[in-house]
């Protein structure tokens, strides 16, 4: 069953199961008069046209029902084959039909042909009144055989022919004929093929079939360019559209972190936001002076360290939270990818789940005495002898005496906490836990060798650390200092804030990877090699209109068959790119050569500080010799 939507017409239709959805669109096409590329069949889902019924779970003599709508409903409308009003007849029916054994149901479709056949006659049953027509009116019109071949020749004239022979008489011995109906014709001019066809081309009836003619073709090429022009303002808004909600969703985003920071990306951009204060700070040192300017200093200042301990708070109290969910992330690490337990259980794994399970037992808060003492008995009887476990064995008896004595639970709360403190610590050592061995970070190497190599001294804090614990540079140059010293810079000096480098780096990355998922140079640059790019190569603006909202610049392609790199790129805002992408030689179009040679100037200071990181320098591309200096 096809229901038409949304007239809601339904056809009852017979079809073998093992047609697909292009046999069955295109069979549907012809007989609502529309073309097959605009229609849309749907089964509770959206369906393929290479799928068969029988992929899409329809049964012998079972029945389904479909959904079938038009594209373009304008132009193309969907209409019942004939009127509701003589649909008095079903389009399939069930005949039960006896077989030598039994009865046999089959399924029978009614076709109704478009042309009346004659009527040539039947049967009629004296004692039932069944009639029984000739095969003729129940079958298709018979069909001449094809021979294969076109044929010129008196065969193709027979059916035209008379029933009589045709001939003609003259007067002869014997025969008079009467000349008394003859008429005398006389020759004309002769006209020749050439003449003949200039007189029909100059003929007004023709003049006018082809003015009707060209109007209908300049109708449809109207109609045509109206549709495009249509298809592109629909395009257009679409992308607007996109990139405002783009848009959207990263304020949305920042103003989350705002209200929620949880990592020290939402905090550093808390302290970006303390910048307020240089503005003040210039409006008071151009309108007051002495006394009231101090004092007005003072309060500034005094509004500023309120605003820093309050971040402050925010970020302790988010370390904490932050705390819990690391450590019971690290404990659920012994579940399946879907959140169900392994099934597949060795000796560590068990050991794992035991000492998750009293890890948890440990830190119930809603307990009674005698359930809180039974966990620590088990606590207290844990194996391997070593300094660890005694302490924990030495609090523990603390915490039994002092219950035993009546002390309140509100009192033991931070002598429970450091039980479970340093349960955890006893849950993270491989040598009694080994499942916890491929969880935790890599440990300091015992090889001196090793620990050579990878060990660095940092030049704010002047602690030795691993090398893990500074950020790396595209220019794989190590920064003097470690992360921890540059976010405490960045929180009491400069206070920057680079999600905006981060968001252009991950749109960078995920637009390279459609184009080319082999590009290698995006994955290369860190997120301070996007700043140097943005801030100092481009000026923080658009190349084209000069465009300074971080939100809307993004880097693509100077040259668009060329992979992506800092020598071949230029910063344009979402709106420009569109356009941009579509120029197949920026030498021939679009750009004027002051244009050209300024963002060629661009290139040449990125490819001057890029050429020193050893691992771009095989990307990097010989430069044509043009003879010019550029300034």
Known sequence: KVVLVPGGHVMTVAFAIGLSIEELKRHLASELRVPAEVLHISLDREVEEQQSLMELGVRPHGS????MSSADPNTHPL?????????????????RVQTQSAFEEVVVEIERPRQQKAFLGGYKHRMTGAEYHHAAVQTLPKRRPDRGVLVFSRDTQQVQQCAVDVSTQMSGIGCYVSCMSDKLVAPGNYITADEYHDRRLKAPQVIRLQSFARRWLAQQEVR????????????????????????????????????????????????????????????????LRGAERKAALY???????????????????????????????????????????????????IRARELK???????????????????????????????????????????????????????????????????????????????????????????????KDNMFLCGGCNRYLQSVNFRPTANARRSGRCQDCIGLENIAGPRSDVSCYK????????DEKQINPESKIPYLLQV?????????????????????DLFSLVFVRWERHRDWSPWNCILLSKEETSAHLEVEDIHKQAYEGTFIRRIQHKHMLARRHFSQISVMAEYLDPQPATGKHIT
């Not at 084959?81 to 003589?86: D, Q």
Request: net charge positive; aromatic share 6%; hydrophobic share 35%.
């Open 79 to 95: 209409r019942p084959v004939r009127p509701p009003e003589h649909d008095n007849m079903q389009d399939v029916i069930t005949v």
């Open 64 to 67: 389904t029902r479909m959904e």
């Open 357 to 451: 399970e009293l890890y948890n037992n440990t830190n119930l808060s809603a307990v009674n005495k005698e359930e809180r003492l039974h966990v620590l008995m088990t606590l207290k009887h844990t194996e391997h002898e070593c300094q660890l476990t005694r302490d924990i064995v030495d609090l523990i008896d603390r915490e039994v005496d002092l219950m035993t004595r009546g002390v309140k639970a509100a009192s033991l709360e931070g002598l429970r906490k450091r039980i479970s403190t340093l349960f955890l610590q006893y849950i993270k050592k491989p040598a009694f836990n080994p499942e916890a061995a491929r969880l935790l970070k890599p440990q300091v190497p015992q090889n001196p060798s090793k620990l």
């Open 503 to 510: 968001n252009i780096l991950r749109r960078l990355r995920g």
């Open 224 to 287: 045509r360019l109206k549709s495009e022009r249509k298809r592109r303002l629909a395009w257009l808004e679409l992308q607007e559209r996109r990139r405002t909600d783009e848009k959207e969703e990263q304020l949305r985003d920042r103003r989350h972190r705002w209200m929620n920071p949880q990592r020290r990306e939402d905090f550093n951009l808390l302290f970006h936001a303390l910048e307020w204060r240089c503005e003040e700070e210039q409006q008071i040192n151009a309108t």
């Open 528 to 548: 301070e090699d996007v700043r140097y790019l943005v801030e100092v190569i481009w000026a923080s603006r658009s190349a084209l209109h000069g465009s300074s």
């Open 299 to 349: 309060s500034l200042l005094e509004q500023e360290i309120q605003l820093i301990g309050a971040i402050g708070r925010h970020r302790i109290a988010a370390q904490n939270s932050n705390y819990d969910k690391t450590v019971k992330s690290f404990l659920d690490k012994w579940r399946a990818a879907d959140g169900r337990l392994i099934e597949m259980d060795t000796q560590h794994t």
